[in-house]
Every structure is written in structure tokens, then in C-alpha cells.
């Protein structure tokens, strides 16, 4: 356009009026950003959570059994040591 030509008033408003929907449309696009990223990481912190309480549960499980097996161990042992002791009598 290398000089100016007119245009025509229907098409400069049809343009304003599509600026101002987007300029309008802003400020509730942030927020819904912000409240999809406040979702997802308050999401990700309770998925988290639910894992670190699974992964608890079965250290927990694994130091019962062997605290069991501990207690079994111990008596059998005593027992073990108590017939030697008969025997090399």
C-alpha cells in the first residue's frame, strides 16, 4: 500500500469489535490458566501424598514380618542352643 486508500467504516468496526472480544476474553483466560495450574499441582500433591502413604505402608508391613520373623528367629535359636547343650552333656 504504497499510498492510502480508504476503507470502508463496516470493516474498521467489524475489526474494533473482534479486539475488544479478545481484550474483553482476557482477564477470564488468565484466570482459567490459573486455576487449571492451581488444579493440577494441588492434584499432583495428593497423588503424591497417596504414594508416600503406600510406600510407608509397606516399609511398615516389611519391618512387622521381620520383627516376627526376629521373634520365631530368637526362640528357635534357644532352642537350638538348649539341645546342643543336652547333647554335649
Same mark, same amino acid.
Given at each position: 500500500?504504497?499510498?492510502?486508500? $480508504? +476503507?470502508?467504516? !463496516?470493516? $474498521?468496526?467489524? +475489526? &474494533?469489535?473482534?479486539?475488544?472480544?479478545?481484550?474483553?476474553?482476557?482477564?477470564?483466560?488468565?484466570?482459567?490458566?490459573?486455576? !487449571?495450574? $492451581?488444579?493440577?499441582?494441588?492434584?499432583?500433591?495428593?497423588?503424591?501424598?497417596?504414594?508416600?502413604?503406600?510406600?510407608?505402608? +509397606?516399609?511398615? !508391613?516389611?519391618?512387622? $514380618?521381620?520383627?516376627?520373623? &526376629?521373634?520365631?528367629?530368637?526362640?528357635?535359636?534357644?532352642?537350638? +542352643?538348649?539341645?546342643?547343650?543336652?547333647?554335649?552333656?
Amino acid at each position: 500500500m504504497a499510498f492510502p486508500q $480508504t +476503507v470502508n467504516s !463496516q470493516i $474498521t468496526d467489524s +475489526v &474494533t469489535q473482534a479486539n475488544t472480544k479478545v481484550l474483553g476474553d482476557s482477564p477470564a483466560m488468565a484466570l482459567s490458566n490459573l486455576y !487449571q495450574a $492451581t488444579a493440577q499441582a494441588l492434584s499432583n500433591a495428593a497423588h503424591n501424598a497417596t504414594s508416600a502413604q503406600q510406600q510407608t505402608n +509397606v516399609t511398615a !508391613q516389611t519391618a512387622t $514380618t521381620m520383627g516376627v520373623a &526376629t521373634l520365631y528367629a530368637i526362640d528357635t535359636a534357644s532352642t537350638a +542352643v538348649g539341645t546342643s547343650r543336652i547333647f554335649n552333656a
